[in-house]
């Protein structure tokens, strides 16, 4: 059973940066197609990126550009950076794993596997 824990969540002010660390344990997340979701307050759970097995990556629109994921294989850890970081950006994240990433990387019924998420609350 693979689980994800993540971390680095915060406050932080508008146009600043925090990195936020997926770690897996019970499988390896080079393994997988990984991504991170987001869900603000009264809002449903929004995607943000995905990495796939290859290493491409694919973003939102909202956050393309700012953000960044990779994965530390040597760690087996999934990051996502976030720059200039916007008051909507304000959210409960989450990352989450899927067995094979298909044609719909976005939704978030393609994962199988899920982190408990880190709040990341963005003020001006």
């Known amino acids: 059973q693979v689980q994800l824990m993540e971390s680095g969540g915060g406050s932080v002010q508008v146009g600043g940066s925090l990195t936020l660390s997926c770690a897996a344990s019970?499988?390896?997340?080079?393994?997988?197609?990984v991504g991170w979701f987001r869900q603000a307050a009264g809002n449903e759970r929004a995607w943000v990126a995905t990495?796939?097995?290859?290493?491409?990556?694919t973003y939102a629109d909202s956050v393309k550009g700012r953000f960044t994921t990779a994965v530390d294989n040597a760690k087996n850890t999934l990051y996502l950076q976030m720059n200039s970081l916007k008051p909507e950006d304000t959210a409960m994240y989450a990352c989450?794993?899927?067995?094979?990433?298909?044609?719909?990387?976005?939704?978030?019924?393609?994962?199988?596997?899920w982190g408990r998420g880190t709040q990341v609350t963005v003020s001006s």
């Open positions: 989450a794993a899927a067995w094979s990433c298909g044609d719909y990387v976005s939704s978030p019924y393609l994962y199988n596997y």
């Open positions: 019970g499988g390896t997340l080079g393994n997988f197609c």
């Open positions: 990495i796939t097995h290859e290493g491409s990556t």
